[in-house]
């Protein structure tokens, strides 16, 4: 089944020592997301990706960064994760064929990032 | 600016009750789209339904059923008969012909089925 997939589904790193998540998908979907969800709240978009045009959020702190090297695969990088930044990391994907097209995001199961 | 308002956080029932979700939405777009996802405990955001501005006819899935009134700008969405495997967070959204396929999204309504 297409789907998108992320690992891991758990995640556990100290304080500082840096982190990346994985997302891969198989709807070649030209753009993908990472949001990031905190207890009790709705997604916060982190940024996106418009095919190889990376989109970031005003108000992304530096400290996540984003990777994406082909069209199946995108990383969301955590330099140094700080106790504020454990949260469920949702990775997102929409067709996009163009880019302010409206699509619908479809999300993988997230990954559960806890930081000690 | 965009906003979803969902003002249930949380609503509670009993198995085989009838239950509303309300969401209001604010937009200057012409053309959006609204959206509903659920989330149940393991996480992961479930597409439920998508409906355009221009496209006012009720919809009916199974146990679901979405009305959209463009009066209220309101889409609510009722599950018939619940079931203990309704209990998520359910999200309503919107994007439209100047965010794109930008989400924005209410705060979540959490819904507890109760057997």
């Known amino acids: 089944d297409a789907m998108v997939i992320q690992n891991p589904r758990y995640q556990v790193t100290q304080f500082g020592k840096p982190v990346t998540l994985s997302c891969s998908q198989t709807l070649n979907h030209n753009v993908m997301y990472w949001y990031q969800q905190k207890s009790s709240q709705a997604p916060k978009l982190l940024f996106h990706y418009y095919d190889k045009d990376f989109n970031n959020e005003a108000d992304t702190p530096d400290n996540f960064q984003s990777r994406r090297p082909n069209t199946s695969f995108c990383f969301l990088d955590i330099r140094s994760p700080g106790l504020g930044d454990a949260a469920m990391y949702l990775c997102a994907t929409s067709r996009g064929d163009y880019p302010l097209s409206t699509d619908t995001q479809y999300f993988g199961p997230g990954t559960r990032l806890t930081v000690l | ?115």
């Open chain 2, 1 to 115: 600016a965009q906003k979803v308002t969902q003002a249930q956080t949380e609503i509670s029932v009993v198995e085989k009750e009838d239950v509303t979700l309300d969401c209001v939405y604010e937009t200057r777009d012409t053309t959006y789209y609204l959206f509903w996802y659920k989330q149940p405990p393991s996480g992961e955001l479930v597409f439920l339904i998508r409906r355009n501005s221009f496209d006012e006819q009720n919809e009916i899935s199974g146990r679901y059923s979405w009305n959209f009134q463009k009066s209220t700008s309101s889409f609510n969405f009722t599950i018939t008969a619940s079931q203990v495997v309704d209990s998520a967070v359910y999200f309503c959204a919107l994007s439209g012909e100047t965010s794109g396929s930008r989400l924005t999204f209410g705060e979540g309504t959490q819904l507890t089925v109760n057997p």
